[in-house]
């Protein structure tokens, strides 16, 4: 289990992680962006606080990712069970609270209340 998210570089990394692990949370990011900036420490505590792991991959340098992903705004967040995408959040920042009711919403079986 990591404590702390894993920083993904491209598409093969990312499938990679998704396919390492039963359930997987992914923030896309980009340079520059204070909301993605400030996401990192709260997907910090929510991988501490739940057993989740927590990758972060900029799709911003790899349009065919970007595409491949859909991603219209960051930071977007995309829940991944058995390496397919299940839901995901595109709401500009979220607090720890808000990401932990999302995992338990969507895979409450994986969230490790320890």
Known sequence: MTAKPTHLEGGAELDAFVDDHDVALVECYT???SKCQ????VLGNVARATGIPIGLVNPGDDIELLERLEISSVPTLL???DGTEIARRAEGFIGGDGVV???EEHVPAAVDHA
């Not at 400030?38 to 420490?41: I, N």
């Open 31 to 33: 340079r520059g962006c």
């Open 38 to 41: 400030a996401m990192e420490p």
């Open 79 to 81: 829940l991944y069970e």
């Open 101 to 103: 009711d999302f995992l």
